[in-house]
């Protein structure tokens, strides 16, 4: 009797844990203060659901059947709630919304670069240190640069692949070309991923595999806190001896900024064009200095976060403009007066693209309608929670956020064919341009818009213009092209028959 009353330890022990998770899924379910807010059970008891969707790598299209089965608002994990509504915007970006951790980017072993900063105050001083480094008039400033690189991807593609026979790799050359262009902008010179066909250094590859761990990640504060752990870190921080990887790109900045630094010392740097790097270390003459290691940081942001949401809206463009043969075509009619007006130039201005309307019709659009980032960008509300139109109340310790995918097709700011892509919509002018703009998160919302938005205008408008004006695109092989949401939309195997046009 005594045997069958005395407690197998081990046993509890064991399964102490999954009962454990199994209450705190009960609480969260059924006794936590968003219970009020539908959504799929699974949701609503912890972050697995955010996590799995993640992994699928169509979480865009998983939150937008959400949002059609439960409505605008939806519990997307137990602290989390999405919204599909565009009015939302203003509200959940406001300009003293603090981050979450889903947005403590930096890597392992390197300190935050002001995208990574969580506190709106820390991130305000930040920004304010190096916002005038990423105005219009700084970005004409390396107009030049990408100019350069943009000749260079005619004259390689050019050669490689009009008049041979050979398809071209839309996905993989607007990779190679926006990180050439942000690698000289920010160090003075391209990596040379177009000269070389490749992934140099395998830094493309992978930094889309960090990134797919980092996004899964993010999703869980307590495993986020478990891999920054002094025991865990090492694990994940990168190894800067390697040939290939992010270290690789780690030890060459190092190499770079130490180039730079001895280079300023001696003066030989005197009379150089100022590039990103040069800014940044200019600082610390002010009354405001970075650290060096902030330096580091914001040079490996503008490397990351500048590279790949320009090329992955460089091919949304494609795809949209050659799904669409009578936007394109009314398009290629605009290119085709500008350039018969004028006399030969070798790339447009960017003031002059600027200022075509249905470029610009056909940019913004493409923004709207396939967002390059249509991942989840959880706010926290203001101090004191937030009261809904219809008396539900959310908790200031919630997590907030839209999906760029979703709230950019609300039919309510976007018009009942939001779901169709409509340069049209541009030109309607007035107060129904603004509001679309005021409601747009292609380049984030807010005071947290993103820095480099003006370098990428520079190359979104130049390259359309100029890949238009020189090559007539077909698809080819469309079955083959692959899509995946990875916190950014990655293309591959988009392949295009060219011709030349000029």
């Given at each position: 009797m005594d045997a069958i009353l005395t407690p197998n330890w081990g046993l509890v022990l064991l399964i102490s844990p999954f009962l454990f998770l199994i209450a705190v899924g009960i609480r969260n379910r059924y006794?936590?203060?968003?219970?009020?807010?539908?959504?799929?059970?699974?949701?609503?008891?912890?972050?697995?659901?955010?996590?799995?969707?993640?992994?699928?790598?169509?979480?865009?299209?998983?939150?937008a059947s959400l949002h059609k089965k439960y409505g605008p608002i939806v519990r997307y994990q137990s602290d989390m709630l999405q919204f599909a509504e565009a009015g939302m915007v203003p509200v959940i970006y406001s300009r003293y919304a603090n981050?979450?951790?889903?947005?403590?980017i930096n890597l392992p072993g390197q300190v935050p670069g002001v995208a990574g900063l969580i506190e709106h105050k820390?991130?305000?001083?930040?920004?304010?240190?190096?916002?005038?480094?990423?105005?219009?008039?700084?970005?004409?400033?390396?107009?030049?640069?990408?100019?350069?690189?943009?000749?260079?991807?005619?004259?390689?593609?050019?050669?490689?692949?009009?008049?041979?026979?050979?398809?071209?790799?839309?996905?993989?050359?607007?990779?190679?070309?926006?990180?050439?262009?942000?690698?000289?902008?920010?160090?003075?010179?391209?990596?040379?991923?177009?000269?070389?066909?490749?992934?140099?250094?395998?830094?493309?590859?992978?930094?889309?595999?960090?990134?797919?761990?980092?996004?899964?990640?993010?999703?869980?504060?307590?495993?986020?806190?478990?891999?920054?752990?002094?025991?865990?870190?090492?694990?994940?921080?990168?190894?800067?001896?390697?040939?290939?990887?992010?270290?690789?790109?780690?030890?060459?900045?190092?190499?770079?900024?130490?180039?730079?630094?001895?280079?300023?010392?001696?003066?030989?740097?005197?009379?150089?064009?100022?590039?990103?790097m040069q800014h940044l270390l200019n600082t610390r003459d002010t009354a405001a200095p970075l650290t060096l290691n902030e330096i580091k940081a914001e040079l490996l942001v503008v490397m990351f976060a500048g590279s790949d949401t320009t090329a992955a809206t460089l091919r949304g463009i494609l795809l949209n403009l050659l799904h669409t043969p009578s936007y394109y075509q009314t398009l290629i009619s605009e290119i085709d007066a500008y350039t018969a007006a004028r006399p030969p130039f070798s790339v447009i201005s960017y003031d002059d693209a600027y200022a075509l309307p249905y470029l610009t019709a056909c940019i913004k659009e493409s923004m709207r309608f396939s967002p390059a980032t249509p991942s989840i960008l959880p706010r926290y509300p203001n101090k004191g929670g937030l009261t809904l139109a219809d008396g539900r109340y959310i908790p200031e310790f919630t997590k907030m956020t839209v999906n760029a995918r979703v709230c950019q097709r609300d039919p309510k700011v976007y018009g009942e064919d939001a779901d169709v892509y409509n340069p049209q919509r541009w030109l309607e002018g007035g107060d129904k341009v603004r509001e679309m703009e005021r409601h747009d998160i292609h380049f984030g919302a807010g005071s947290r818009t993103c820095l480099g938005k003006n370098i990428a205008y520079l190359e979104l408008w130049k390259m359309t213009f100029e890949f238009f004006r020189t090559f007539k695109p077909t698809i080819v092989e469309p079955e083959k092209m692959t899509i995946r949401n990875i916190g950014l939309l990655v293309h591959d195997k988009l392949y295009v028959q060219l011709e030349e046009r000029a």
């Amino acid at each position: 009797m005594d045997a069958i009353l005395t407690p197998n330890w081990g046993l509890v022990l064991l399964i102490s844990p999954f009962l454990f998770l199994i209450a705190v899924g009960i609480r969260n379910r059924y006794f936590h203060p968003l219970s009020c807010f539908p959504g799929p059970f699974l949701a609503s008891t912890g972050p697995l659901y955010s996590m799995w969707a993640s992994n699928t790598g169509r979480e865009h299209e998983i939150i937008a059947s959400l949002h059609k089965k439960y409505g605008p608002i939806v519990r997307y994990q137990s602290d989390m709630l999405q919204f599909a509504e565009a009015g939302m915007v203003p509200v959940i970006y406001s300009r003293y919304a603090n981050k979450t951790e889903f947005n403590r980017i930096n890597l392992p072993g390197q300190v935050p670069g002001v995208a990574g900063l969580i506190e709106h105050k820390e991130h305000s001083a930040r920004r304010k240190q190096i916002a005038s480094m990423y105005s219009m008039s700084a970005a004409k400033q390396v107009e030049d640069m990408v100019d350069m690189r943009i000749m260079e991807f005619k004259s390689r593609v050019r050669e490689k692949y009009v008049g041979v026979g050979k398809k071209l790799d839309f996905a993989r050359w607007t990779q190679y070309f926006a990180y050439d262009v942000i690698s000289e902008v920010a160090f003075g010179k391209p990596l040379g991923f177009m000269a070389s066909n490749s992934d140099v250094h395998n830094l493309i590859a992978s930094a889309h595999n960090g990134l797919v761990v980092l996004v899964t990640l993010a999703r869980s504060d307590w495993l986020k806190k478990a891999v920054r752990h002094p025991l865990v870190m090492k694990y994940f921080t990168p190894a800067m001896s390697k040939e290939t990887g992010i270290g690789r790109l780690l030890e060459e900045r190092d190499t770079i900024v130490a180039e730079r630094i001895n280079e300023q010392s001696t003066g030989a740097h005197i009379g150089k064009r100022a590039d990103l790097m040069q800014h940044l270390l200019n600082t610390r003459d002010t009354a405001a200095p970075l650290t060096l290691n902030e330096i580091k940081a914001e040079l490996l942001v503008v490397m990351f976060a500048g590279s790949d949401t320009t090329a992955a809206t460089l091919r949304g463009i494609l795809l949209n403009l050659l799904h669409t043969p009578s936007y394109y075509q009314t398009l290629i009619s605009e290119i085709d007066a500008y350039t018969a007006a004028r006399p030969p130039f070798s790339v447009i201005s960017y003031d002059d693209a600027y200022a075509l309307p249905y470029l610009t019709a056909c940019i913004k659009e493409s923004m709207r309608f396939s967002p390059a980032t249509p991942s989840i960008l959880p706010r926290y509300p203001n101090k004191g929670g937030l009261t809904l139109a219809d008396g539900r109340y959310i908790p200031e310790f919630t997590k907030m956020t839209v999906n760029a995918r979703v709230c950019q097709r609300d039919p309510k700011v976007y018009g009942e064919d939001a779901d169709v892509y409509n340069p049209q919509r541009w030109l309607e002018g007035g107060d129904k341009v603004r509001e679309m703009e005021r409601h747009d998160i292609h380049f984030g919302a807010g005071s947290r818009t993103c820095l480099g938005k003006n370098i990428a205008y520079l190359e979104l408008w130049k390259m359309t213009f100029e890949f238009f004006r020189t090559f007539k695109p077909t698809i080819v092989e469309p079955e083959k092209m692959t899509i995946r949401n990875i916190g950014l939309l990655v293309h591959d195997k988009l392949y295009v028959q060219l011709e030349e046009r000029a």
